[in-house]
């Protein structure tokens, strides 16, 4: 099928998508997660081949841990689908209505975005959030993912729509472009005669290419290179306790620590307690000179690793002398994703979420927790780390806009 059918599809699908009843749309998302379990063996098969032909393709271990299934990550996928079902429909909802002067009634009622496309790189589970995300707010989806997870994802969405077609709903509600080539990315993204947004998903180099390339307005999901700043007031206890948690829980996610910012008056008691537990982890370690020295272990830093998202068992140190120094520091290295302090100081943490630009501020906790499942959204379409119509874990109301709607009784404009 060319994209130009895709496209087409996609647009006859939306006119059906857009004025289905809430009630229609739940059932379908309670089905299709069924049938996910019921499917599980059908798609765990499929995601050997793509974990095998990553392996043998030298993939790390973090990219690995993104692409695997297991029946517990299809089983959260599932529970996905059906918190979403249970949330509140925010399409058809009127958000004001004022009388003019002249007997107008003028309100904003909110509505469907239209025809999303997605690009993403080795993540299944994204196939599935994506469809019930969009699927709730009316939207159509099309999926351009990777060649590192097309067996998952065709054997996800050949679930999905199955389960569209049984439920007599739309099945081009969620479709999937197999074509791989680098050519069909490039000429998906200039596919604006059908789709009215384009939301990539995975590394700064595809992020990049599709703000470049597009002809279709882009929301950007950013990298993640997430700090965790100790202040000099912080329990140091915890402090080790959510840097293990945000760096090692998942090192292939885009909230996972990626660098470590230290007041220099705790180094002496923080840093060698928190290497031997890095190190039980085989983390590597990238410190400054001043963190290096109580690291045992720890290899010299350079000025690539304050910016870098490892996705990998790598981790940065950079040591500073004031919170101010710090601000200053993750300010100029981050991308714009998640953000946390460690601190006992009720006015540091208060500077720290009024000035560190990010779509996420933590004070005492684990960047891991920027999702929308941790935000009660069910799942997330993508993060983004942009600022204009959508910021942070991008749940069901990032999927919509707004109208205009108009009551009149024969007005006429002199």
């Known amino acids: 099928m060319t994209l130009e059918e895709i496209g087409s599809r996609a647009k006859a699908a939306e006119t059906k998508l857009r004025i289905m009843e809430t009630k229609k749309k739940n059932e379908v998302l309670k089905k299709a997660a069924e049938n996910l379990i019921a499917n599980s063996d059908k ?3 499929a995601n050997a081949i793509d974990m095998e032909n990553g392996r043998e393709k030298g993939m790390n271990q973090g990219l690995l841990d993104r692409l695997l299934l297991t029946k517990e990550r299809i089983l959260a996928m599932a529970e996905g689908l059906c918190q979403i079902s249970e949330l509140e429909d925010p399409i058809g909802e009127v958000l004001e209505m004022k009388k003019r ?3 107008l009634l003028i309100g904003k009622k909110r509505v469907p975005l239209g025809v999303v496309g997605i690009i993403y790189e080795a993540r299944p589970n994204v196939t599935a959030d994506a469809f019930a995300l969009c699927f709730k707010t009316g939207n159509a989806v099309i999926l351009k993912g990777g060649s590192d997870a097309i067996a998952s994802n065709q054997a996800i969405v050949d679930t999905i729509r ?4 049984e439920m007599d709903a739309p099945e081009d509600a969620v479709q999937l472009i197999m074509d791989t080539r680098r050519e069909t990315t490039e ?10 947004v384009l939301i990539p998903r995975g590394g700064a180099g595809l992020i990049r290419s599709v703000v470049e390339n597009s002809t279709i307005p882009v929301i950007e999901t950013g990298t993640g290179n997430c700090h965790i700043y100790v202040d000099e007031t912080a329990d140091l206890t915890m402090a080790v306790d959510i840097i ?3 760096k090692t829980q998942r090192v292939g996610v885009c909230n996972a620590c990626e660098s470590i910012v230290v007041h220099r008056n705790v180094i002496e008691k923080l840093l060698p307690m928190l290497s031997e537990r890095l190190c039980e982890k085989n983390v590597e370690m990238r410190a400054d000179p001043e963190a290096k020295a109580y690291m045992p272990g720890a290899v010299d830093a350079c000025e690539q690793d304050w910016g870098k998202e490892y996705l990998d068992y790598i981790v940065s140190i950079k040591t500073v002398a004031s919170i101010d120094e710090a601000i200053e520091h993750i300010n100029r290295y981050n991308t714009g994703h998640s953000e946390a302090i ?7 943490a208060q500077r720290f979420l009024d000035e560190i630009d990010a779509a996420a501020v933590y004070v005492n906790a684990s960047t891991r927790f920027t999702d929308g499942y941790e935000f009660g959204y069910g799942a997330e379409i993508g993060i983004s780390t942009q600022k204009l119509h959508a910021r942070g874990p991008m749940g069901l109301l990032a999927l919509t806009t707004t109208k ?3 009551y009149g009784s024969g007005q006429t404009r002199p």
């Open 101 to 103: 002067p002249n007997g």
């Open 162 to 165: 199955t389960t569209l077609k």
């Open 187 to 196: 000429q998906f993204m200039k596919l604006n005669r059908y789709v009215d």
């Open 404 to 406: 205009f709607i108009i």
């Open 43 to 45: 798609i765990l098969s």
């Open 244 to 246: 293990l948690n945000a």
């Open 342 to 348: 460690i601190t006992n100081d009720y006015t540091h």
